[in-house]
């Protein structure tokens, strides 16, 4: 019995290894600067954001990834769907109005400074940006408004796709 739990215990501590990225990957990731994550989003398009895949996450109705860089505050996960559509999403909910417009121009304004003179931006309303560029296949979209949630009612979204 005590080598049952031993050895249940040794993989268990296997799996969480395996979760984590390598220390000098985790690095870099960490240094990233606010456009390196940007460039690295508009390029992950390309492939899948291979690059960008971290630990694998359970879900029935699609395959997810928890992403090695968020754009939007740890709120955000890969998700390629049951059509074969694959997007770096984020969805962030927050208590107050005033607290979702400052943070939604604190993202628009680091994409405007990060995307470069390829991407164009396409206010649709107030609450809604698309970027869209003639050199990379992807979009960006970001949005802000209220949802469901009584404790959290504003909600910010953010979708990088082809």
């Not at 690059?51 to 890969?78: D, E, F, R, T, Y």
Request: glycine content about 4%; some cysteine.
């Amino acid at each position: 019995m005590p080598s049952r739990i031993i050895s249940t215990s040794a993989v268990l501590l296997l799996l969480a290894a395996c979760q984590q990225l390598p220390q000098d990957t985790q690095q870099r990731v960490d240094t990233m600067s606010d456009c390196d994550k940007v460039l690295a989003l508009t390029q992950g398009v390309q492939n899948g954001f291979e690059q960008l895949k971290g630990a694998k996450v359970s879900s029935s109705l699609m395959s997810a990834w928890q992403p090695k860089a968020h754009l939007l505050k740890n709120s955000c996960q890969i998700n390629q769907y049951s059509n074969g559509r694959i997007a770096y999403e984020c969805t962030k909910s927050l208590s107050s109005k005033a607290e979702t417009n400052k943070e939604f121009q604190s993202v628009k304004n680091q994409l405007n400074r990060c995307l470069g003179s390829s991407w164009q931006s396409n206010e649709i309303t107030t609450n809604k940006i698309r970027y869209t560029s003639l050199s990379n296949k992807g979009s960006i979209n970001l949005n802000q408004g209220k949802g469901l949630d009584r404790q959290l009612p504003w909600v910010i979204t953010l979708e990088v796709t082809e």
